[in-house]
T-cell receptor, first 113, second 108 residues
Framework: DGGITQSPKYLFRKEGQNVTLSCEQN?????MYWYRQDPGQGLRLIYY???????QKGDIAEGYSVSREKKESFPLTVTSAQKNPTAFYLC????????????FGQGTRLTVV | RKEVEQDPGPFNVPEGATVAFNCTYS??????FFWYRQDCRKEPKLLMS???SGNEDGRFTAQLNRASQYISLLIRDSKLSDSATYLC?????????FGKGTRLHILP
């Protein structure tokens, strides 16, 4: 089945550590996105990528980094510079034409302990 | 940045009633809009796409009003299982921008 897979589902991090969230899709989509969602809040865009080896900052990129070395993969690193990393992280993909919907992975719930 | 705005609710509606909520947008260049449903602690799932002529799928109807720059979602004969948060989304340039969502509670 085609879809988007995020892993892990739950992640605990100690303060000061970097962690990397995985996002893989087999939908042959060009565009991929990372969003952050805090309790009771909407989705805020962290980074997005329209093609391999290219990505752009979203609204809240500080403290995060990404790579897009393969079309299928768009990992997100939450660095120690991110002051409030505890949140629900959602990866999405779309065909990237600008008129099509995004499909989401199941999300990673990150908690700083 | 151009915004997508929604009434956060909650909308508390008795089972079987009809409920409607809107989403206003400021980027008039978009040709398409989307409604997503998000259950608690889950990922958003696409409910409906909305283009120029609107869309209907069973009990759900989505409309686009370009003159007033809003999209609407109408749910008829509401079910307990319709309780969720409904997000609207709009492609803008190379991004997809989401509203903060409207919470809907269907009451037995």
């Amino acid at each position: 089945d085609g879809g988007i897979t995020q892993s892990p589902k739950y992640l605990f991090r100690k303060e000061g550590q970097n962690v990397t969230l995985s996002c893989e899709q087999n939908l042959n989509h060009d565009a991929m996105y990372w969003y952050r969602q805090d309790p009771g809040q909407g989705l805020r865009l962290i980074y997005y990528s329209q093609i391999v080896n290219d990505f752009q900052k979203g609204d809240i990129a500080e403290g995060y980094s990404v790579s897009r070395e393969k079309k299928e993969s768009f990992p997100l690193t939450v660095t120690s510079a991110q002051k409030n990393p505890t949140a629900f992280y959602l990866c999405a993909s779309s065909t990237g034409t600008g008129y099509t919907e995004a499909f989401f992975g199941q999300g990673t719930r990150l908690t700083v302990v | 940045r151009k915004e997508v705005e929604q009434d956060p609710g909650p909308f508390n509606v008795p089972e079987g009633a009809t409920v409607a909520f809107n989403c206003t947008y400021s980027n008039s260049a978009s040709q398409s809009f989307f409604w997503y449903r998000q259950d608690c602690r889950k990922e958003p799932k696409l409910l409906m796409s909305v283009y120029s002529s609107g869309n209907e799928d069973g009990r759900f109807t989505a409309q686009l009003n370009r003159a007033s720059q809003y999209i609407s979602l109408l749910i008829r004969d509401s079910k307990l299982s319709d309780s969720a948060t409904y997000l609207c989304a709009q492609p803008q340039d190379d991004k997809i921008i989401f509203g903060k969502g409207t919470r809907l509670h269907i009451l037995p």
